[in-house]
């Protein structure tokens, strides 16, 4: 690749991509440029196409309609290994690699030099530095892929691709697993590659991380390309706009106030951890009626144990836990969701929903020995059917019916499933981790209507959230969670993001702005 | 009824296989393949044949619910011999100690065999929750010491010494014996032949197979044990108290394999000796696999697999070797599972596009006129 093109032609081109799957049309005309050594974002809400479209530039399926121009060449992929033939390698979100094996095996499985008896590992292993070292990639080749973190996994993820020969990099969601320091070395590394010449194609819908990153900007909507942006052009907002097609809704000011009386109340509450560090260390919080308090935090700072703890599913070392006023301490689970404590988990398919059953069974869960559900013990299904109903028309959760299993929903629905069984049951107390994570803008102002309204109510809310933004369109009142402590509570209306970042990162400390 | 439809897909292809296979089987041996299964099917078509299908497909329809029940929690209870072994020689030991009325007497004695079975299936899953012991491992384990024990049990304490050219217990007397049914289907015009008797534990496995519908399928406490098989950790967040739901299900578990032998003992076996019909434990683990750990499933498949056993009996007046029965078993129980997988997952495809159908046709008028 030249360094010096005057009139540079397209790494990739995509004409009139038009894709339908029985009863779906997932692209229908979608056009899409990307000049070569530049890092190109995609952008649309979950379900506008964008895998889709990856899929087909990857050969994971041939498109209907359209021409797929490589480099000014028109071609056509009948499988992935046509695509990694033609230089296009694809990251995945989830990584594929065997935890079992070191990284440069990782790496070369599939295509190892040497002879077909025998493994040149010398070669492997050279090759491979090489690359790291050109790329600025560094990693350790000799490491157990189980010893990595997550943002080092992904870079073997890379290395694999271009390991490959790839000269086009396609990343899905690539940030969604990482911390925000890792966030930050991932796009030096893009950099980087853009500079080797390597051209990258970044999905997201993060759009402050898109703005940060991306040389060009393509939106897609419903299908179709609503245009692409120049990120100095845009404000996050305008892209928000422009992926949901309607006004973004702005949080409206509160206008009572909470209750002072108490609803939730941890006392002094300490969990123990993997190693003698406590996960949970001396936590206190107090959530009266009508609040929302927000928990804001980089993941993996207490807040699955904050959950564990609140729900009954973890031990505790210390202290106390009370709602209005009942010990929940020697409660099970099960008492304590009877008790009037609602929750929506951190993780919806591993804890909030039964993938293999049909929606009605999974409205029940969680509320299953209460009513209308069950009545002496015995299962009320047309009662399950009716309240499974009810929640897919108020909650909007697009099904064909109350007993298709919840696996054929996509995620934002399922968590809409989710949310509306929790808010239909009327609890007093509402433990609510991510509530929108992965669900599309419209749908998450929906579920903040719905927030905010039970909130006026008398709900009491304990939100934990990596979405800022919902942090603070949220909260009442906004504690900082870091290494297991509340290290800052401050006041949402008042605070910034940038003060707020410093207090999650441990910058800032002794926060008392409320 | 489009359900029942296309859920007799799967089955039909799973037949089809074991057909195709069997006959293969047969024609490599040098035997007509057509003369076997005409032989097969003359044999088991007879009144006889029938009685004995069911006198035998009973209780196997019963330690095999047993083993679906663990199934659909993802137990797997793999040690429902013992707990039939055990749950066979306690009652059967026991049973002689005391007399009371008929239908009393009988149903004490069951409920012995099943505490006995739920007791020895009780030790898996105490090992399981306290200790984190795969229940495959130790039930496994523990089926040789059900053996040892129950073989020591039977030649010391159990024995009965008046009997001196075998080893068997004292016979279960008179009031706790079932009733045969032949009184009963006379009613319905259906005459029996003096030495064939069908057994009345046919009724006491519908009941069980009825109860094991409602349990699993309309209770809460079914709902949490099919939530927990399903995903363990949701059925956790959702209050369920997995420890309690192990032990409880293992133990129903074991109940209902030493119940199964009641199906024997009370009826034409009267007694534990070592000729004890045993085996089937591991035969039922097939059938539930077979069944879809659904009790009318099962049900089918009981009757199926015993139907086999019992036509492989056809073979021997055309000089075929029975084996091909075994073959036959084999082969339709691995297509039957290969089968219904494919089914399932073409089931699910279908019921994700539909929903994504769903999806984007509710959106599409919203997003044009918006």
């Known amino acids: ?514 | 009824m489009k359900r029942i439809g296309t859920g007799l897909v799967a089955p039909a292809i799973a037949v089809g296989v074991a057909v195709v296979v069997s006959s293969l089987a047969l024609l490599l041996s040098g035997h007509s393949a057509i003369a076997a299964f005409r032989a097969m099917a003359d044999y088991v078509t007879t009144t006889d044949s029938l009685v004995t299908i069911l006198n035998k497909g009973a209780p196997l329809y019963v330690v095999s619910l047993g083993v679906a029940i663990g199934f659909k929690m993802k137990l797997f209870n793999i040690g429902a011999d013992g707990q039939y072994r055990l749950g066979a020689l306690i009652a059967a030991a026991s049973a002689p100690a005391f007399s009371l009325p008929r239908p009393v007497h009988i149903v004490a004695i069951m409920l012995i065999a099943m505490v006995a079975g739920g007791t020895w299936a009780a030790i898996p899953g105490v090992l399981k929750v306290a200790r984190g012991v795969n229940e495959v491992v130790s039930t496994i384990m523990l089926n040789f010491i059900a053996t040892g024990l129950s073989a020591y049990l039977l030649a010391t304490y159990f024995r009965n010494r008046r009997v001196v050219d075998g080893i068997e217990t004292k016979s279960v007397p008179k009031s706790g014996l079932l009733p045969s049914l032949n009184g009963f289907v006379e009613n319905f015009g259906i005459h029996l032949r003096r030495n064939t008797t069908l057994q009345g534990f046919l009724p006491v496995a519908i009941a069980v197979g009825i109860l094991f519908y409602v349990i699993v399928s309309r209770t809460r406490f079914g709902y949490d044990l099919r939530m927990t098989g399903l995903n363990p950790a949701a059925a956790r967040s959702s209050g369920v108290n997995s420890s309690a739901m192990i032990i409880r299900t293992i133990i129903l578990s074991g109940a209902l394999a030493g119940l199964a032998a009641m199906g024997f003992l009370l009826t034409d076996y009267n007694k534990y000796s070592d000729g004890f019909p045993l085996g089937l434990a591991f035969t039922g683990i097939g059938v539930a696999l077979l069944g879809r750990n659904h009790p009318g499933g099962i049900a089918v498949a009981a009757f199926v697999w015993a139907s086999i056993e019992q036509a492989s009996g056809g073979l021997l007046n055309e000089r075929i070797p029975t084996e091909i029965s075994k073959i036959l078993q084999g082969t339709l129980l691995i297509s039957a599972v290969v089968s219904f997988e494919i089914v399932r997952r073409r089931n699910l495809t279908k019921s994700i596009k539909q929903a994504a159908a769903q999806s984007h046709a509710t959106l599409s008028p919203a997003g044009a006129t918006s």
């Open chain 1, 1 to 514: 690749m030249t360094d010096h093109a005057p009139e540079p032609t397209p790494a990739i081109e995509l004409r009139g991509i038009v894709k339908r799957f029985p009863g779906v049309v997932a692209n229908d005309g979608v056009n899409l440029t990307v000049l070569p050594g530049t890092i190109h974002a995609i952008v649309g809400e979950n379900g506008s196409g964008k895998s889709t479209l990856m899929k087909t530039l990857y050969g994971a399926h041939r498109p209907d309609e359209g021409d797929i121009v490589l480099g000014g060449e028109t071609v056509s992929f009948k499988s992935p290994r046509d695509a990694i033939a033609r230089g296009i390698g694809m990251v995945f979100q989830h990584f594929m690699l065997a935890d079992n094996l070191t990284v440069w095996e990782n790496i070369v499985l599939g295509h190892e030099p040497g002879s077909a008896a025998l493994l040149n590992r010398r070669e492997a292993r050279r090759s491979l530095r090489e690359l790291g070292f050109r790329y600025g990639l560094r990693i350790d080749p000799e490491e157990y892929v189980s010893e990595l973190g997550v943002g080092d996994k992904q870079r073997v993820e890379i290395l694999k691709v271009l390991y490959r020969g790839a000269r086009i990099v396609i990343l899905d969601e690539p940030t969604a697993v990482l911390v925000p320091q890792e966030v930050n070395e991932l796009f030096t590394s893009l950099r980087k590659l853009t500079t080797e010449g390597v051209t990258i194609i970044f999905i997201s819908h993060k759009l402050d991380e898109v703005l940060a990153v991306a040389d060009a900007i393509t939106v897609i909507r419903e299908g179709r390309t609503v245009g692409e942006v120049r990120p100095g052009d845009v404000t996050a907002r305008d892209l928000a706009q422009m992926m949901v097609g309607r006004e973004l809704p702005r949080p409206v000011p509160r206008t009572d106030r909470p209750s002072e009386e108490v609803a939730l109340m941890l006392d002094d509450v300490s969990v123990a951890g993997v190693s003698d560090k406590a996960a949970l260390d001396h936590v206190s919080i107090r959530v009266h009626k009508g609040e929302v308090v927000g928990v804001a935090g980089v993941e993996g700072n207490g807040q699955t144990e904050l959950l564990d703890a609140i729900m009954g599913l973890r031990p505790l070392l210390s202290g106390s836990i009370e709602l209005t006023h009942h010990r929940l301490d020697s409660m099970s689970t099960r008492e304590r969701r009877d008790a009037g404590i609602g929750y929506i988990p951190e993780d919806r398919q591993k804890d909030g929903v039964v993938l293999a059953a049909p929606l009605w069974e999974n409205v029940m869960l969680g509320h299953q020995d209460s009513k209308p559900f069950s009545v002496r013990g015995f299962v009320d299904r047309i009662a399950a059917r009716n309240q499974t109903r009810r929640i897919i028309t108020d909650y909007d959760v697009r099904t064909p019916s109350t007993d298709v299993a919840a696996i054929a929903l996509s995620g934002g629905n399922q968590q809409k499933l989710i949310v509306g069984r929790e808010m239909t049951a009327g609890p007093a107390v509402l433990i609510a981790a991510h509530p929108t994570r992965g669900v599309d803008v419209g749908a998450q102002a929906a579920i903040w209507d719905y927030i905010r309204s039970a909130r006026t109510n008398g709900l009491a809310v304990l939100l934990i959230s990596a979405d800022l933004e919902e942090l603070l369109a949220l909260s009442d009142t906004l504690l900082v969670m870091l290494r297991g402590c509340v290290v800052a509570t401050l006041d949402p209306v008042k605070v910034t993001i940038g003060e707020l970042g410093a207090y999650m990162t441990g910058a800032a400390s002794g926060g008392e702005a409320a």
